[in-house]
């Protein structure tokens, strides 16, 4: 089962020039060029994958679709570990590979219910900084919008994804630039404040 495991700390939105100002980040290579990323998040009528704390959407970036879900998750001070399921999209939702049977038979049974209920749009700036020897930690720069229902809220975000090491080397990083920066541990998901913009379902 893939595990994503990262540490999301929210900033004002006026800091973004000192953020990419700060040494650290400078400094660290870009992991390719910054870009949009289009977000449509599905669920049913009733929520019944928000009820089961599951998350599925397909993200567009450039040519590229991708279908993702993720799984239920706690998060503590920013942190948080899940799983993460992630494939090409092929015009269909595709389960086949998601190795949670729970997930997956749930997944399978609302197919046909699926519908769109709200977005993200955001553009992504990632670089890649290593610690030390054995560890790896993509620094990833989001600032966009959350929309549903015709309601918005702003994305203004920086999320540390462990790529390889321990997750002491994620809160290393985090209190290195939370020193200098106007960072706040985030502990909820985008996914998270798209539900929290909809409407009351009774």
């Not at 997956?104 to 209920?117: C, G, I, M, N, T």
């Not at 203004?156 to 209190?175: F, P």
Request: aromatic fraction near 6%.
């Amino acid at each position: 089962m893939p595990l994503e495991i990262e540490l999301k700390l929210a900033f004002p939105e006026e800091a973004l020039p000192l953020i990419l100002r700060h040494p650290l980040i400078a400094a660290a290579p870009r992991v390719g060029e910054p870009g949009v990323l289009d977000n449509t998040y599905f669920d049913t009528p009733a929520l019944a994958l928000k009820a089961n704390r599951i998350a599925l959407r397909l993200r567009k970036q450039g040519t590229e679709t991708l279908q993702t879900v993720k799984s239920a998750a706690e998060s503590l001070g920013g942190l948080t570990q899940r799983a993460e399921w992630e494939q090409p999209w092929r015009g269909q939702f595709d389960f086949s590979a998601i190795d949670d049977p729970k997930a997956a038979a749930l997944l399978e049974r609302l197919r046909d219910d699926l519908v769109p209920v709200f977005n993200t749009h955001f553009n992504r700036d990632i670089r890649r900084f290593q610690p030390r020897e054995g560890a790896c930690i993509l620094i990833m720069i989001d600032t966009g919008v959350v929309t549903a229902d015709a309601r918005t809220a702003v994305i203004s975000e920086v999320e540390l994804e462990l790529a390889a090491g321990e997750t002491t080397d994620l809160h290393r990083l985090a209190d290195t630039l939370q020193k200098d920066l106007p960072l706040v541990p985030e502990d909820v998901s985008k996914a998270e404040r798209g539900y929290g913009l909809l409407p009351l379902r009774r």
